[in-house]
């Protein structure tokens, strides 16, 4: 009963999440002064109020405020996320399009982040005043003080300039022809350093907090136990204590999904990939309010799921958490 | 397609090859890959009803316009094998090429024409360039005739580039809007050189050689991959490794001053006269100091434009003295060109009864509404305090809220950035027009009204000599030089980036706005 109670429970709250996103974020995009037919006419560089008056009529934003929203809300509870006034598409369509590049780029980041972060940490944690542990620190430090805009030029200038290993950006190269594994290794020679640079935030967060953890584990008595019952060394710090450090570094991995795209959008910029980020950023600028209201709504839910899914990790490597109720 | 090319068009047609460079060259190589890079989304391929550089780039090249124009701002045979103007300057009449399809193979007939007018007409947001054309007769499948309520000259270049896309009645003809048609983004069919293979928002667009088009032997190239990078660090990197062939609109002074130094590379500032880009300082005429023409002219003393063009824009952007951009044919560099001169300002400042009271005389407020301006817009607050005008730096949280602000003239100063759009009619009138005051961002937003510069510019839209006519826009720019609605202070730097393997790149008027069927990659 327990996973299903929480998931009900989490549906609720979910429900509740999103009306108030939705509500919240629409209000603050109205009281901006300006709007998407500004923008609109920007881009036709220049226009009269006729033609002005003629968008903002045809898009309903003549309408009142409570309208508006009210027109907005009744779309969503039909799953129709409205029409994006700016790109002239269905947002939902927007969205979807671009929704995978992204799921690819944060997955990969976060996955190979996780995995070296731990590992990286456990070393760190091992030797508190090795040389491996300084390595390891200047490398977090590094990663996550320095802004992704930059990491990513720098890696770019390194990796496509000076030597070419790697494309600049996109996703793919679209004069290639092949089959499933030419396009394989395309992409991912294209997702390569955007990964990097996206995973050198989190690896910073992950190695910290694993070295930060495994050094308490480390110390308290059933590793001291472990150690006297004769256990080897690796057994100790892989089987017993590992386990019992990583509940904290499943717990941030869960809560950077919410991180997913305020970090992504930069690197997406500076790589151009073809992803929500780069969509959010540019219907902000434009005000596109279906857009932005639909792509806070899709990043509620990937953070909702997220966070569903670290209850459940967590209740695998801690069979505290949960318990038998 | 011989016959096209025949009688009095023989001439000309060699001319523009000559001026385009090609036969300096080998032969254009056929077939190849071009690859490109737009700098912005591409949110509409359909020029009839979406203006702007983003659109016009794909949009040209999906859509034949009647005419052409060559290096000399000279109009040439295109979609139009010929026209003619009649005495009265009342009636245009157009006679097609008459083996032309579009993309699906319906042919493209006097009928597409008439449709393609009303539709720029009722959508597109330049509305002076075919507000004469009262209507359009069609007497035979090849021959459109343009009615006009008073002569137009404006209309030859209206005629070109992106602006008067021939678009199929047939398609868009149906019923639904044509500014929110499905059919701008997907399955579009066009008239021109290439055809849409792929569109995807916010990576690619892809297109292909168009093998019925009816120029016989062109487009040399086999496809154009128009990838979109935003960042411009980024394209940098591509066009510095090759990835990407050729770009244009970069106008970053740093990013174009590195390319300039890459081996392989050309950068050039050619091809941006068609759409006339120009920074200016704008000033509010009807409000506070600013409504005293000493006033503007005091500020136009005490900025150096040395400044700016060295330090600012790192020499890549040219000076430029009135509204009509240094390329066009009209321009008149002739007028006061303000050269810095703190004393004159000052005096001008005391004249017009604002003494130095404390540590300044008045205070103002200046406007930018993106960041890319920044430095000139700080630049002016630190110029101005040297003649005692107190300056405060107003941001604005986007461009929606600027040009809300714009808009409704709740402003002081404000750097902006204006295009001309070919002929002076379309984009430069809308500046100074009394009639156009406060209505929208990008209208007359200084609030600026001459009764002599109305008059100008109601002769020279009907003027059809052409000698006539500059001298009237000769004027027109010596007085607003003098009245300072705005300071002119320079051209957008837009260059065009290209490697050694791109021939002949487009770099007439109307730049990447302009089919590039006659571009071809040498290897």
Redesign the interface.
Known sequence: MGILRIIFIRVVYAIALLLAVIVLNFSLMHMAPGDVADTISQSMGGADQEILDEIRVSYGLDQPFIVQLGRYISNVVQFNLGYSFFYNQPVTKLILERLPATLLLVITAQIAALLIGVVLGVISARKPNGLSNYVVTFLALFGYSAPVFWTGILLLITFSLNVHWFPVAGMRDVTIEGGFWVHFIDVSRHLFLPAVTLGSIFLALYSRLSRASMMEVLGSDYVRTAKAKGLSENQVVYKHALKNALSPVITLAGLQFSAVLSGAVLVEAVFSWPGLGTLAFQSIIARDTPTILGILFFSALVVIIGNLLTDLALRLVDPRVGGNK | MKHILKGMFTATAAAAVLATGAIAEDAPRKGG?L?TVIA??V??LNPAV?????TGYPGAQLFAAPLRYDEDWTPQPYLAKSWDVSEDGLTVTLNLVDNAVFHDGVPITSEDVAFSVDTIKAHH???SMFAPVTSVDTPDAHTAVLNLSKPHPALMLAMSGQLMAIIPKHIYGDGQ?PK?HPR??ENVVGSGPFKLV?Y?????V?LERFDDFFIEGRPYLDKI?M?????P???A??Y??G?IHMGAFESLPRIINRLKKVENLTVTNEGYGGIGPLDWLAMNTTKGPLKNVKVRKAIAYAVDKNFIHKALMEGTASNSLTGIHPDSPFYNANVEGYDLDLDKSRALLDEAGFPMNGDSRFSLTIDFGWPGVKPQVEYVKAALKKVGIAVKVRAS?????????M?KMDYDMSWDT??N?GDPVI?VH?TYSSD?IA?????NTQGYANARVDELMEMASVETNPAKRKALYAEFQEIIADEVPVYHSNTLPYHTVYNDNVGNPPLGIWGTSTPIDMTYLKN
């Open positions: 890959t690859i912005t989304n949110r509409n979406q203006s702007g550089i983003v947001p330049f509305k809007n929110t701008n983004t792929e995807k928002s916010g990576e690619h892809i991959v990838r979109i990078i935003t960042d660090a980024a394209r990197i591509a510095e490794n990835e949280a986007d461009f929606p809220t600027w040009a809300a602000r808009g204006v295009f759009w984009g809308r156009n209505k929208g961002v990008w209208s």
